[in-house]
């Protein structure tokens, strides 16, 4: 049952560093919080790479697939006018059929139907997984998502997800969205009570940050900015970014070979190299989250 606040990890794109940020400030937290991690990124979730783990408890993510009784069907077409996916594609004798990996298992067809020709299936599309995690002075739950191969609806699996989640008793649920700004993205956050923005200075990155933050702000979040591999380049358009938006730096991260080493050891750098400059930056800004919550 939730009964604690959320803090979303975000970043207007990919590479950014976002599940390092995510996973290191979880383990830093893990000792002495009751603390809840989500990767919700679910088309690639990877915190339990970074935190050396095999997914456990998997629960399947299923969708409605219409089947057509093709005894009943008139043919009328109006199920693939109805089906904005594109899964329902109609023969040349106007004969429905239906391509499930396009299929969003949104139900129009089925209520659309006028002769009820449409019968409810089932199909899985994900998976999601609850791991419970040790770590060196601490244990943290992992709930993850995970979209089936060859699929392409996120939202149903990042919902999933969030449920399992947020069912979870805990005081902090961090969450790991995906990169972007899709819907997949705001699903995540919505409800959060912090969003943590990952970017790094480059022109890109400070062009993604203005989506994120733009979202953000439309959703009523407060945001703190996370630049990553801060001294790679000018950070002169990301802090443009954050003025403009009225958000803060809440930390620079420095780049630093020591990072790249602990995703070989599948260690934390918090826990493997806890004095490096990294680790003792993304100490801190696990401190301040814990200050203001
Ligand atoms: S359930 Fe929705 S997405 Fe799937 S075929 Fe029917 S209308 Fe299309
Ligand atoms: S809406 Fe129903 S009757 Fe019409 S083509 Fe589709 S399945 Fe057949």
């Known amino acids: 049952m939730m009964r604690g606040r959320i803090v979303a990890v975000t970043g207007g794109k990919g590479g950014t560093g976002k599940s390092t940020v995510a996973v290191n400030v979880a383990a830093a937290l893990a000792a002495d919080e009751d603390l809840l991690l989500a990767d919700l990124d679910v088309e690639a979730p990877d915190d339990h790479i970074l935190l050396s783990s095999n997914l456990e408890d998997e629960q399947p993510v299923n969708v409605m697939l219409p089947f057509i009784d093709y005894g009943r069907c008139t043919k009328c077409g109006i199920c693939a006018e109805v089906c904005d996916t594109g899964a329902i594609m109609l023969a040349k004798d106007k004969t429905p059929l239906v391509i499930p990996r396009l299929c ?34 601490g244990k943290l739950t992992l709930v993850t998502g995970m979209l089936r191969e060859g699929e392409e609806h996120t939202p149903p699996v990042v919902v999933a997800a969030k449920r399992r989640a947020l069912s979870e008793d805990a005081n902090l649920y961090l969450i790991d969205t995906a990169a972007g700004t899709s819907n997949t993205v705001s699903t995540a956050l919505d409800g959060a009570r912090l969003t943590l923005a990952v970017t790094e200075p480059t022109p890109l990155g400070a062009h993604d940050l203005d989506m994120i933050l733009e979202v953000a702000g439309a959703m009523g979040l407060e945001s703190w900015v996370v630049i990553n591999r801060s001294g790679i380049g000018s950070e002169g358009s990301v802090e443009e970014v954050v003025k ?29 190299k806890p004095d490096s400059k990294p680790a003792v930056a993304l100490r801190k800004l696990a ?6 919550l």
């Open 104 to 137: 969003s298992g949104c139900r129009s067809c089925y209520f659309a139907c006028p002769d009820n020709a449409i019968i409810e299936g089932q199909r899985t599309i994900g998976y999601t997984y609850r791991t419970v995690i040790s770590l060196d002075g």
């Open 244 to 272: 403009k938006h009225d958000a803060r730096i809440a930390v620079r991260l420095p780049y630093s070979r020591d990072v790249v080493d602990s995703y070989v050891t599948g260690k934390p750098i918090v826990l493997s």
């Open 287 to 292: 401190d301040t989250v814990r200050e203001v």
